[in-house]
């Protein structure tokens, strides 16, 4: 029973890891933008900067997650500021 579960859980990691090495397609990243920017437009001042905290907070922290070495260098990686930068322009203060 216990083998099985570590076999399940290892093919999972395993596609889910392969998944994550596909950027997606930039139509998808547009949409999320248009979104984003949309649902901005919204909202309150405050409410677009709360929103805006929140989203670029979670996008930095999993950008951070993976990157420097020993704590030591930048996190973030050149590929990855530019998302960080290009979500930021999506969510108009």
Known sequence: MAAQLIAELKAQA???QAD???CPPATLVATWKDYAGALADT???DER???RTEVLG???GVAEAAGGFLGLGNKVSPPEQRVLDELASAIRD
Do not use: D, E, P
């Open 14 to 16: 395993g596609a889910l």
């Open 20 to 22: 994550l090495l596909v």
């Open 43 to 45: 909202m309150s001042a």
């Open 49 to 51: 900067r709360a929103f």
């Open 58 to 60: 979670r996008a930095r």
